[in-house]
């Protein structure tokens, strides 16, 4: 069976864009009759809070977008939510230091930016705005490390193979990447011991059968480091449906951290069937806004309408 997910981070009230991308998660796999699976995404502890992980069931519950799988749904609720699953990444980041595809490393955030400068690459390749890493920590010598260590922790990064890689978004078409030259190296645990986010997304689709992932377009380029990823842990990747950004209407992108109308004020102001609608309308499935049932919305849903270019909030 094709399985869908939605995996909201819990550091806010879901705005208007996250039940946008919500929606269209559980449209497209329901249209496949699949699965829809929810999870947690609460590694960062300072930012992400009980409540709000809580506030995230009640208001699609409200909505009517029910999960198949997922917290309140399983007897081990507790593994939808990736602040239980450290053992599990643990194991699998093992794998990776078993295949010498990890090593330390020294670098400061802030001295890699002021050392490098966005890579300019090709049309339709995705890392323009990146910044590569140089692979400095990756030889240094045993004394090196040493004298290091003594000033800080490392970051631990995942060796990237020189190769380019393509897939074909199930929204934008085939993209390429070659990492070595785009992106380099990159970080899958923390200094702290976290793991990342490219680290555990992996892990987590792949074990828990998801097929496909929707997700906003500004993520397509995080699709390469993530098929590195499942390359070298053995793994198959779903299929990637990437959509445009829900924008305000000076162009800006909605944010938890900037309260852009969230689901306090929807749930206030107007009703399920009202926000459904508002949503397909946005994304010119219908030409005027009207309260839509999630049934409606489902008939009319077809990916090929749905714009390439972001929308703005009407």
């Known amino acids: 069976m094709e399985k869908g997910r939605f995996a909201p981070s819990p550091s806010g009230r879901m705005h208007l864009g996250n039940i946008y991308t919500a929606l269209l998660s559980w449209l497209s796999i329901k249209k496949k009759n699949g699965a829809w699976l929810l999870r947690i ?98 030889n240094l010598l045993p004394s090196q490390k040493e004298e290091f260590l003594k000033i800080r922790k490392p970051s631990k990064r995942f060796c990237v193979k020189e190769s380019i890689d393509f897939f074909k978004d199930g929204h934008y078409g085939i993209y390429y990447c070659n990492l070595t030259e785009e992106c380099g190296d990159f970080i899958i645990r923390r200094a702290d011991g976290s793991f990342s986010y490219q680290l555990a997304v992996v892990i987590d689709d792949a074990l828990m059968g998801v097929t496909e992932v929707v997700r906003g377009n500004d993520l397509l380029f995080s699709t390469f480091q993530q098929r590195a990823l499942y390359t070298a842990l053995n793994f198959v990747p779903p299929n990637f449906f990437h959509v445009p950004l829900l924008l305000s209407d000076d162009g800006r992108r909605l944010s938890k951290r900037d309260k852009d109308i969230d689901m306090s004020y929807f749930r206030k102001y107007t009703t399920p069937q009202a926000l459904i609608g508002k949503i397909m309308f946005i994304c010119g499935f219908i030409n005027k806004e009207e309260p839509l049932s999630l049934k409606e919305a489902l008939s009319i849903f077809d990916f090929q309408k749905l714009p390439k270019e972001n929308l703005y909030i009407t």
């Open 41 to 138: 995404e609460d590694l960062d502890k300072e930012r992400c809070k009980e409540e709000y992980s809580e506030l995230i069931l009640d208001d699609l519950k409200w909505l009517g977008l029910d999960w198949d799988e997922g917290p309140l749904k399983d007897s081990h609720s507790e593994q939808y939510f990736q602040s239980n699953r450290n053992s599990i990444y643990e194991k699998f980041y093992s794998k990776l230091v078993e295949q010498n595809l990890v090593y330390d490393c020294f670098c400061r955030r802030a001295d890699l930016l002021a050392l490098s400068a966005p890579q300019q690459s090709k049309p339709q390749s995705l890392a323009n705005t990146m910044h590569v890493y140089s692979g400095k920590c990756k």
